[in-house]
Structure formats: C-alpha cells, structure tokens
C-alpha cells in the first residue's frame, strides 16, 4: 500500500511526524510513504501520484484531468475544513473519497475574528504606525471611532464559527443579526441572534463578519452592489474564504467610503507574487493576517491527528470513525470500485 503526503512547499514547511507514526501505527511498518512536494510540474506529480492508494494533502490542487491516472486512489485526505480546490464530483465518479477536517479550529477562528474586528474599529493600526513612525501620542489624530456596544453584528453565516463568534460578541453588548438559511430561528435565539434577509442585513450592519463556507452560490457575495447596500458604512470582517469578497471592488467602496475599513484573514489569492499587487494591502484601516485565525498549537495537532486518522479509517474500512466525507460517495462503492 502506498501512501503519499503530497503539498506545495509553503504547507509542507510542518512537522510531519505525527501524521507519519499515525500511518505507520494504523497501516503497518511496511506501508510506503512517500513525502512529496508539489512544485507545479504536472507530469513529475503524475508518476508520484499514479499509483497511490491514499493521498494526504492541506492544498494540493487536484482538477478532474488530474485524476484520470490515479486508478488505485481510494481516499483523499484534506488538513483542512476547506476543499475547493479538489473536484469532489470527478472524485466521487471514479470512486474517490474525499475527507476532511470539519471541527478543529473554531475556538481560534472566532478570536480572531474578534481580535481583527476590535483592531478595525479602534483604529490599532493607525495608532501603532503614529507612534513608532512619528513617536506621537495623539488620540483624535483621526475621527469616526464608534461605541461597539449596541452596534449591529452582521453575521453571514451560523455554522460552528458564526455561534462561536455571537458568544463572544454577546460579551460586548453587539446586537446581532445574521442571513444564514439553513439555521434555525430557534438556534439564531438562543445565541441572541435574529436571522434576517440578505439585504437587511446589509443594510442594517455597522460590522458583516463572514463566517460562511465557501460555495459557487457565495463567490463573490460582497461585490460593488451589495456595498451599495450597506447604509452603515460597515467594517468587513473576513475569516472564512477570499473568494467569497471582489477585492477590486472592496478597494473601490473602501476608496469611495462605502466602508470604513476591513479586517482580512484570507484573500482569494495568496500568494506572495500576487500580494504585491492586492489592492487591499498598505491601507491603514485595512488589517490583513496571513491566513492564520486556524493557528494555536493544539489546533494544528487536532488537525494533523484527525486528517491521518481519517485516512487509515477510510483504508480499514472503519467508516464510522471518518470524521467527514464530504462528497458523498457511498462506502460500499469505493470498497467494490477498488481492489
């Protein structure tokens, strides 16, 4: 059996050695594991790849084409809770589970969203380039700061993350609403959130968290329409997906005042080719971070441990103890497609 730990250079810069004891423990001493890293040569990833049994990967892009020669492949382990950058559909027609890390972060992710949501409103990094460039204290060097406490929260979503964040920010006295269609008025109640419209919730907003996957309906959501929209002239808080923000429009409604400012984990594109030409970074009222509101040790272990626990699971048999599947396919396919 062959198994291949296989990523870009930048997600492979990680300990690998729990992923490797899990495998090894699980599968057998004798198993193959190949460590590899993907540098953009398709064919070189081919030979690798063609004869793998499972594929364990944080962000190996992996379209329909590329996996017409991959006709051992049984699983598809994701280190993340996100996958779009894999074809699940063309996965599962060729019998090709895909798994992945639904629950490991959400405590991080929520402060983080708090963390870039209080550094947005009072204005930190404005603060801390005047004092170190110009070594000046000087509060009303800049104007429109405003009380958090009975400020609307919009929340774009109510998943794990989206309840996570409404606790937090019950604690400072935001009102909250949020558009979330598959959650409940009931459970929107209980965290004290009430669930509107989309464009009431743009509307209504001093600060729009989005804390939604990522899905093609949302590509591209907050655009130069929906900023329009928003009366409030609202901060933008973005822990869940880039793609999910037209950042050319975004720069443009920051530019005219349509918003005040935005606190940015993620961008749709994050290389750091493409950095240099974002047109969001170098804003003061912009805070960017590195993709990071997953990181905290115990996140990174529990994302490690449950992604290589998923694998083995998967290659057992012992579906009941994958922790998400999330194409669909069913186990009794992928058990008879493959031998």
């Known amino acids: 059996m062959k198994i291949v730990i296989c990523?870009?250079?930048?997600?492979?810069?990680?300990?690998?050695?729990?992923?490797?004891?899990?495998?090894?423990?699980?599968?057998?001493?004798?198993?193959?594991?190949?460590?590899?890293?993907?540098q953009g040569d398709t064919d070189a990833r081919q030979k690798m790849l063609q004869d793998a049994d499972a594929i364990l990967t944080s962000y190996l892009k992996l379209p329909d084409e590329a996996m017409n020669?991959?006709?051992?492949?049984?699983?598809?382990s994701i280190e993340s809770t996100g996958y779009n950058f894999v074809d699940t559909e063309a996965a599962a027609q060729r019998?090709?589970?895909i798994t992945a890390v639904e629950e490991y972060c959400t405590q991080e992710v929520a402060d983080h969203a708090m963390a870039l949501m209080l550094a947005v409103a009072r204005n930190l990094k404005h603060y801390q380039k005047q004092i170190e460039s110009k070594h000046r204290f000087d509060y009303n060097s800049i104007s429109g700061m405003f009380r958090l406490e009975g400020s609307v929260l919009g929340l774009i979503g109510m998943g794990k993350i989206g309840r996570a964040v409404a606790k937090r920010a019950a604690g400072f006295g935001l009102k909250m609403i949020a558009y979330s269609p598959s959650?409940?008025?009931?459970?929107?109640?209980k965290y004290g959130v009430?669930?509107?419209?989309?464009?009431?919730?743009?509307?209504?907003?001093?600060?729009?968290?989005?804390?939604?996957?990522?899905?093609?309906?949302?590509?591209?959501?907050?655009?130069h329409s929906t900023f329009t929209k928003m009366i409030q002239k609202p901060i933008i808080i973005n822990v869940s997906r880039g793609g999910l923000i037209v950042e050319n429009d975004l720069a443009q409604a920051l530019d005219e005042r349509l918003v005040s400012g935005a606190g940015l984990?993620?961008?749709?594109?994050?290389?750091?080719?493409?950095?240099?030409?974002?047109?969001?970074?170098g804003r003061e009222n912009v805070v960017i971070t590195p993709h990071s509101?997953?990181?905290?040790?115990?996140?990174?272990?529990?994302?490690?441990?449950?992604?290589?626990e998923n694998l083995v699971y998967y290659l057992k048999g012992e579906y009941d103890k994958v922790f998400k599947i999330v194409n669909g396919l069913p186990h009794e396919k992928a058990s008879n497609q493959k031998v």
Do not use: W
Request: glycine share 2%.
């Open 7 to 38: 990523d870009p250079k930048k997600f492979l810069n990680r300990d690998l050695e729990l992923e490797i004891a899990i495998i090894k423990k699980e599968l057998g001493a004798q198993t193959e594991l190949c460590i590899y890293e993907d």
């Open 69 to 76: 020669s991959m006709h051992k492949l049984k699983v598809i």
């Open 95 to 97: 019998g090709i589970a």
């Open 183 to 189: 959650c409940s008025q009931e459970t929107a109640r």
């Open 194 to 223: 009430t669930l509107v419209s989309f464009d009431e919730l743009l509307e209504r907003s001093k600060i729009i968290a989005l804390t939604t996957s990522l899905t093609p309906k949302n590509q591209g959501m907050l655009n």
């Open 265 to 281: 984990d993620v961008l749709e594109n994050e290389t750091d080719e493409e950095t240099t030409r974002n047109p969001l970074i």
């Open 293 to 308: 509101a997953f990181y905290s040790d115990t996140a990174l272990y529990e994302c490690q441990r449950i992604a290589a």
